[in-house]
């Protein structure tokens, strides 16, 4: 068993089909989740009926209906783009799963430069959001996928500048090595050693910097111009219908995992929480992130049932005179304060 | 284009740096889009995402009530004019009602005008929370819509037990109000005509409104992306709306304190207390801050109709065929959406000669070409919204 474990190609395998389980299992709670929030914030009661008690099976019930629709593609459309740009979207949210860390050991793999590669496979997406705007041939789809090409650009450079103070701070890039590095203690008092997230050694403007720019990349309010079903019907989705519809759909859910689960390690610690045995942490790992997603998550849908969108160009020129600034002095402050302290 | 110019480039073979040709497209908002309150159809020509031209193409809800009320005598088509803009049907039967009386002669009792009164400003608040609600909408917001159209629906209920319809309730009889069901033409008891509790429930109505409306303030006014995206936003400056005949709460917003029920007396307005918001921009947040003031208004109006609501009877007196004498009157009252006129031709019979209604939704969007220009794809939703207009009304 244990030999079988260890072959390369064995242990591939099971962790594709993991993450490909998971992934979308977990997703589908968050669509649920937003269903529910969303109802109670606007003093509704939400999906009831499907699954008997509250609901819950809502989500499952919609995915049936999307695979039982027509897949309809325009006639005017580019069919092999129209067609591969859902699987490009959602490839590229579940390949970011490859570097999260659910426990110190729970990980497909571990890399050294797992920061830059979360940032390079997230922003991948984009290309597909890209792809699908243009072979829709739908002038409204045009305009969205635009806006999310413009988005992108416009957004990935806080994000990553966001992140670039904890790397600092951490001294690596690998997910696994920043956990570590916040499950040291901070400092001790006597016996009792005090730890800290990144988010209170000094890394909040970096959150909050992380925060705005990820919900940007994820096309959600207020940044869902990409979309914006009342300018632009559905943007770059206006075309696609059944299963492809539902590829971005889950796509968009599991991308809000993802980023939330990268704020989750680089922000808040991750799988850590103190006072646990590291035992006790291989264990509780996984039900420790996933709880600091959770959060992160109900903190993007209260966002989007709160707030209305942004115009293009506000949002341009929040990036440009704003968060891009204030990272980079966020970058100089965090170095200044590794060498000083 | 850009291929000639490569060519020549290719020709003379020197470096030249092409600027990038960028072509106009013709969008195509409409009829079917999610944010043209029905089927209003815009061809916009944009450069990338601003706006070149604008023409609104209008016309797909007309239902001709122009033409059907030449062969309707004048009871029936009471059911036609509240169908206009039927956001705030109510309101729209006041003016027909009142120039047929004037036409006859006659004048409703005074407890049926405060009737008349109370429910034309209900309708004026639920048509007003639909703007205050389905507005932040189009610029994103879905929630707001939820709270303020919980409340509506407790002015709707008002307006339902009275009338027995939410959206048409065909209440107004020419000379007075329907009397109460059941009542018949031997009804003694006159307070009948209001159901049990209403009083006391549109108090408590009025004050959940007012509620709904600081909510509003907290959830939408108080927002910053919300006055990002409005202020300075579609400025309709004072002389051009009243050029292009843009009236009610769009005027006003403008800065235009101009309001029907102040200088006209088609209902017993000049009775009560109430104010006239006016903005000072003319801008989408003015037109959404104005709209907001005037429920606050509504509400005051519609408490100090309660207390004072008088008794008496609900009809004058009429002949049993109705019958206008030959004439010709044109009545206008401040609907919700603005100025509502009926202009209406009698040769004597049962029914007019000619019916010209003049809908305010119709001349608040011929502002929409000159406006346009220059704006940003989202601003057209964001104006388009902020105009407050019913396709039905524009078309009729």
Sequence with gaps: MSGLLENFWVLLALKVAIIAAVVPAVSLVFIFAELKISAHMQSRIGPYFAGGRWGWAQPLADGLK???KEDLVPDD?????????????????????VIVPFSPKLVVRDLDLGVFYALAAGSFGTIGVLMAGWSSANKYSLIGGLRAGAQLIAYELPLVLAVVGVVIQAGTMSFNGIVAAQAAPVFTIGEFAIHLPYLFQGQVIGFVIFIIAMLAELNRTPFDMPIAESELVMGYLTEYSGLRFTMFFLAE?????????????????????????SGALEVLGPVILMAKVSLLVFVIIWFRWTFPRLREDQLQSIAWRWLIPLALLNIVGTAIAKVVL | MIDNRLAAIHASDVS??????????TLNLGPQHPSTHGVLRLVAKVDGEMITSVEPVIGYMHR???KLAEVRTYPQITALVNRIDWVSGFANEIPFMVAVERLMGIEAPPRAQYIRLILTEMARISSHLVFLSSYPLELGAATPLMHALRERERVLDLIEGVTGGRFHPNFNRIGGVKPAAGGGSGQKKVLQDLPAGFLADTRKAMDEVDDVCDDMVNLVLGNEIFVKRTRGVGIIPKDRGMEFGVSGPNLRASGVKFDLRKSDAYLPYANFEFDIPTGANGDCLDRYWVRMEEIRQATRIVRQAIDGLPGGDLQAKVPRIIKVPAGEVYVRAENPKGEMGYHVVSEGGRGPYRLKIRSASFSNISVLPWLLVGQLVPDIIAVLGSLDFVLGDVDR
């Design chain 1, 66 to 68: 999307f695979i039982q």
């Design chain 1, 77 to 97: 459309a580019d069919r092999p783009v129209f067609k591969f740009a859902p699987m490009v979207v959602l490839m590229s949210t579940l390949a970011v799963f």
């Design chain 1, 253 to 277: 859910y599991a991308g809000m995992f993802s980023m939330s689960a990268i704020a989750a390690t680089l922000f808040l610690g991750g799988w850590y929480l103190p006072g646990l045995s």
């Design chain 2, 16 to 25: 030249v740096s092409v600027e990038l040709e960028t072509p106009e497209m």
């Design chain 2, 64 to 66: 001709g009530y122009e």
